[in-house]
């Protein structure tokens, strides 16, 4: 029996990308052995590399001047590495701030050069509600680049319109909010996502760049540290993540299954009108503290009427077959992770769960 998975990250997969995985574990297209054990210089592993990066490219409808990048070291690794290739000694960035990953990601930058913040919609508590609007922010044209985070996975908030950063160059961490719904990546000049979130296991983070942003990036740093070298290697510059990419690969190949983007945004939705609806029905037992216009479709925070209450919620839940519902450590209360994998269905069953909860102790 497999529980409904309502984890942050890593988050659950589609079944069929699991199935496909397990009945090709032992022997991989006939090879004898699996995936992870072939050479990344070989044809199977090679094709497979390809495959994944030519389904991202079909899904995203992503364009000649952008390339695809498959890196390790998550998100994390990227708030200093950005920096780290596109930020001289000196020069400066704007950073839009809207959460704990913002700070995390200028904090990296801060070692680097002398960041900016261009907008912030930190309250008096140290909190997140909501995102800036493009009014409230203060850019730099002269800034290398701006950086921002497009959906914020531990308060709950998300863009629903991308900032606008004129000609400088857009810098965005996707992490949790990469291929839920169609996207023109020709507005961004590097979007990165770990895999984790919405498209795979841990392990492999994606990430799509605009060639001519990659080619302005700093020489004097090593090699291995240089966007530049991977994208001139297709990723192959050294060993990749090759099991992560197999089933990222599977997880892509389910999503075109399920009409591409179009399909995954129609799906998803749904899924945040059936928990907002229920939350925005039932405000006499539970909060929730996101600014409606900043509401987020893959991470949906509330709170019970007390913090016993909520540790009672998520004990419940799990008894009924649901997991990964307690609240990030900085925020608490409840957090609902809806990402791609989580279904129509285990939304209406969480939703049945929370009403009877609010009846039975409210
Ligand atoms: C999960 C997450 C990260 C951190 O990712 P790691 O792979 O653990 O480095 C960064 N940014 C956002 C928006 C995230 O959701």
Same mark, same amino acid.
């Given at each position: 029996?497999?529980?409904?998975?309502?984890?942050?990250?890593?988050?659950?997969?589609?079944?069929?990308?699991?199935?496909?995985?397990?009945?090709?574990?032992?022997?991989?297209?006939?090879?004898?052995?699996?995936?992870?054990?072939?050479?990344?210089?070989?044809?199977?592993?090679?094709?497979?590399?390809?495959?994944?990066?030519?389904?991202?490219?079909?899904?995203?409808?992503?364009?000649?001047?952008?390339?695809?990048? +498959?890196?390790?070291?998550? /998100?994390? %690794? @990227?708030?200093? #590495?950005? =920096?780290?290739?596109? &930020?001289? $000694?000196?020069?400066?960035?704007?950073?839009?701030?809207?959460?704990?990953?913002?700070?995390?990601?200028?904090?990296?930058?801060?070692?680097?050069?002398?960041?900016?913040?261009?907008?912030?919609?930190?309250?008096?508590?140290?909190?997140?509600?909501?995102?800036?609007?493009?009014?409230?922010?203060?850019?730099?044209?002269?800034?290398?680049?701006?950086?921002?985070?497009?959906?914020?996975?531990?308060?709950?908030?998300?863009?629903?319109?991308?900032?606008?950063?004129?000609?400088?160059?857009?810098?965005?961490?996707?992490?949790?909010?990469?291929?839920?719904?169609?996207?023109?990546?020709?507005? +961004?000049?590097?979007?990165? /996502?770990? %895999? @984790?979130?919405? #498209?795979? =296991?841990?392990?492999? &983070?994606? $990430?799509?760049?605009?060639?001519?942003?990659?080619?302005?990036?700093?020489?004097?740093?090593?090699?291995?540290?240089?966007?530049?070298?991977?994208?001139?290697?297709?990723?192959?510059?050294?060993?990749?993540?090759?099991?992560?990419?197999?089933?990222?690969?599977?997880?892509?190949?389910?999503?075109?299954?399920?009409?591409?983007?179009?399909?995954?945004?129609?799906?998803?939705?749904?899924?945040?009108?059936?928990?907002?609806?229920?939350?925005?029905?039932?405000?006499?037992?539970?909060?929730?503290?996101?600014?409606?216009?900043?509401?987020?479709?893959?991470?949906?925070?509330?709170?019970?009427?007390?913090?016993?209450?909520? /540790?009672?919620?998520?004990?419940?839940?799990?008894?009924?077959?649901?997991?990964?519902?307690?609240?990030?450590?900085?925020?608490?209360?409840?957090?609902?992770?809806?990402?791609?994998?989580?279904?129509?269905?285990?939304?209406?069953?969480?939703?049945?769960?929370?009403?009877?909860?609010?009846?039975?102790?409210?």
């Amino acid at each position: 029996m497999r529980v409904i998975n309502f984890s942050a990250g890593p988050a659950g997969l589609p079944l069929p990308a699991l199935e496909k995985a397990r009945d090709e574990l032992l022997d991989y297209a006939g090879t004898g052995m699996s995936i992870m054990e072939q050479s990344h210089r070989d044809k199977p592993y090679e094709a497979v590399h390809r495959d994944a990066i030519e389904r991202l490219t079909r899904l995203l409808g992503i364009p000649d001047t952008h390339t695809v990048l +498959f890196l390790t070291g998550g /998100a994390s %690794a @990227q708030f200093a #590495l950005i =920096p780290m290739n596109f &930020l001289s $000694a000196g020069q400066s960035a704007d950073y839009v701030m809207t959460g704990v990953w913002s700070e995390k990601a200028l904090d990296e930058a801060k070692l680097l050069g002398t960041p900016r913040i261009a907008a912030t919609t930190v309250n008096a508590d140290g909190k997140y509600t909501r995102v800036p609007t493009q009014a409230e922010l203060q850019l730099d044209p002269g800034a290398a680049y701006v950086h921002s985070t497009s959906n914020n996975t531990i308060y709950g908030t998300q863009f629903h319109t991308m900032i606008d950063t004129g000609s400088v160059p857009h810098v965005c961490d996707m992490s949790s909010d990469f291929m839920w719904r169609p996207l023109d990546v020709r507005k +961004f000049d590097f979007i990165y /996502a770990g %895999a @984790q979130k919405n #498209l795979g =296991p841990s392990g492999v &983070l994606v $990430a799509i760049a605009r060639k001519e942003f990659l080619a302005r990036g700093r020489k004097d740093i090593p090699k291995i540290f240089r966007y530049a070298t991977h994208a001139e290697a297709d990723s192959l510059y050294n060993t990749p993540p090759t099991l992560a990419i197999y089933l990222v690969r599977n997880v892509l190949e389910w999503m075109e299954g399920q009409g591409g983007l179009p399909g995954m945004e129609k799906r998803n939705t749904r899924k945040a009108e059936l928990l907002y609806g229920a939350l925005d029905r039932l405000t006499g037992f539970y909060t929730a503290p996101v600014e409606k216009a900043s509401r987020s479709v893959m991470n949906i925070v509330f709170r019970t009427p007390s913090e016993a209450l909520d /540790a009672v919620f998520v004990t419940e839940s799990k008894k009924a077959g649901m997991i990964g519902l307690k609240g990030h450590r900085t925020a608490g209360g409840i957090r609902v992770s809806a990402y791609n994998a989580v279904s129509v269905q285990d939304i209406e069953t969480l939703v049945s769960f929370m009403e009877q909860f609010a009846k039975s102790h409210g």
